[in-house]
């Protein structure tokens, strides 16, 4: 794919949804890291379900840590993994608070050196706390990428490598969103969904489908 289609692409999916948010309900910058920990292995629906009932009770690090492992776990038990997830977030509330004044510290090191914070989930915070041009790479930016051409690669890393190189500046902060969306609703896993999609004549996919 050469540059002049990377560029067209982003410009489609720019235009059609100027100021892209993740799907994840919050408020803080706490309350995102919080959601986004939790959203591994789960969707966003289910994590809001369980957010929305958790975060006006308890929203900041002092007061999750609070609740402990067995109280949050009471509010998030409907999320996949919810055990060690309990038990993650509790561990990362005692270090936000012990090393950084209880804020969510704008270093990517130090967050994936929270307990169950990865670099998806560090990038994501960067991203969409504090309007970093990072991208991270989930399962739907990894197909989407693939499948169109965008930008390939073996791997998330591989990928996130590649359209940080490929990606114009003027796109590189919204478009995550934009290629997760894309790929939640349009691009999807096991049958795309070509004839409805904004970028058709653009992508590189070869087998694409009529619906």
Request: charged share 25%; hydrophobic share 40%.
């Amino acid at each position: 794919m050469n540059t002049v289609k990377r560029r067209e692409i982003l410009t489609r999916l720019r235009d059609n949804n100027p100021h892209p948010e993740t799907e994840l309900n919050f408020s803080s910058p706490f309350e995102l890291l919080v959601a986004v920990t939790l959203s591994a292995q789960a969707t966003d629906v289910s994590v809001n379900k369980a957010t929305d009932k958790l975060f006006p009770v308890a929203n900041t690090p002092e007061s999750i840590y609070a609740l402990g492992v067995d109280g949050l776990k009471e509010y998030i038990r409907t999320i996949g993994l919810y055990n060690s997830k309990a038990e993650n977030v509790i561990k990362a509330c005692k270090m936000l608070i012990e090393l950084h004044n209880s804020e969510v510290p704008q270093d990517r090191d130090a967050l994936v050196a929270l307990p169950g914070v990865g670099r998806k989930t560090a990038n994501v915070v960067l991203n969409t706390a504090f309007g970093w041009p990072t991208i991270a790479v989930d399962t739907h930016i990894f197909r989407v990428s693939n499948r169109t051409k965008l930008a390939m690669g073996k791997n998330v890393d591989d990928v996130e490598k590649k359209l940080l190189k490929v990606v114009p500046a003027e796109f590189k902060v919204d478009v995550h969103h934009w290629l997760i969306l894309h790929g939640r609703y349009t691009c999807i896993a096991r049958k795309p969904r070509c004839g409805s999609c904004l970028i058709e004549d653009l992508c590189e996919f070869k087998e694409k489908t009529s619906d």
